[in-house]
């Protein structure tokens, strides 16, 4: 397996991953012309973030995640959010997720300024929330609160 950075030509694999997931975690089906726009924005403007892909050895991308950038002033460091993550159902259980995280740890310890990782998870979801454990997260203090305009 192989993780490398998202390039413009793993635009239709990520659009079609983040359909996938909004459909299996919030039954909802996003909008196309939205969705595309908005991979595409952070494909093309690396002070948004970047994506990472795992591809097999027949060139199959079998699962991604998104980093984005939160500013700590507490820590004058930042936290990179985990987002977008999805593995293709065939390859679950199977090390993409773990090969996936492993890299943005490897890019953090080369980049300076970085002071840790999040994500946010469904409440129900405990296979992922176990695996996240098993990769040395855990839990926060904090809940999440949102609006969406």
Known sequence: MNIRR???QDLTAL???NQ???METENKQLDQQTLTAGVRALL???NKGFYLVAELQDKQIAGSLM?????SDWRNSQ???IQSVYVKPQNRRTGVYAGLYNKVKELASETS???GFRLYVEKDNL???RTYESLGMHSSHYYMYETEE
């Not at 980093?67 to 500013?71: A, K």
Request: with cysteine.
């Open 20 to 22: 996938a997931m909004a």
């Open 113 to 115: 300024g970085v002071c």
């Open 15 to 17: 659009v079609e991953f």
């Open 6 to 8: 998202a390039e413009q």
């Open 79 to 81: 936290f990179w959010w």
């Open 127 to 129: 296979i992922a929330q």
């Open 44 to 46: 093309e403007d690396s």
């Open 67 to 71: 980093v984005t950038y939160e500013w």
